[in-house]
């Protein structure tokens, strides 16, 4: 009986230690870093992204194959489809999507990244620069609009 006490002890300690040190939410390292990479971007072209610090679900799920990513704005969440996972490129355009759309209400077809299609994998390797540039484009313009 002891024994058992114990390791009810430890688990609940391991449990609380796990739960405390991600308080914010749920956060796949991968999408995180991601996350992380995008606030440094709008940073510094000065655009205020202090709404998506409330963002507490960051994560990959199984979703049906014509859906890349899923935010909802009232429980903080943005989910990426398990499926994109070995397609770096493809995560990073869908985490800016979402974000694009948490953070600042983008609509579909605002720009080429808000499109509501997804593109060929290698579209978004090869059109990065472009795309990201007129993402910020249109984020700066929106917010200069308020």
């Given at each position: 009986m002891k024994t058992v006490g114990?390791?009810?002890f430890f688990g609940t300690l391991f449990g609380l230690a796990?739960?405390?040190s991600?308080?914010?939410g749920r956060y796949d390292r991968e999408?995180?870093?991601?996350?992380?990479n995008w606030v440094k971007v709008m940073e510094s072209h000065?655009?205020?992204?202090s709404?998506?610090?409330?963002?507490q679900v960051l994560d990959f799920k199984n979703m049906s194959d014509d859906i890349a990513g899923e935010t909802n704005i009232f429980s903080d969440l943005i989910y990426v489809n398990e499926d994109m996972r070995e397609?770096?490129?493809?995560?990073k355009a869908i985490i800016w999507h979402e974000l694009g759309h948490y953070t600042f209400d983008l609509k579909h077809g605002e720009c080429d990244l808000m499109n509501a299609e997804r593109f060929e994998h290698d579209y978004y390797k090869q059109n990065w620069r472009v795309l990201r540039?007129?993402?910020?484009?249109?984020?700066?313009?929106?917010v200069n609009e308020d």
């Open positions: 114990i390791i009810v796990s739960m405390l991600n308080q914010d999408l995180q870093a991601e996350y992380r000065d655009i205020d992204v709404k998506s610090e409330n963002l397609h770096k490129a493809t995560v540039a007129e993402y910020i484009e249109t984020i700066l313009n929106k």
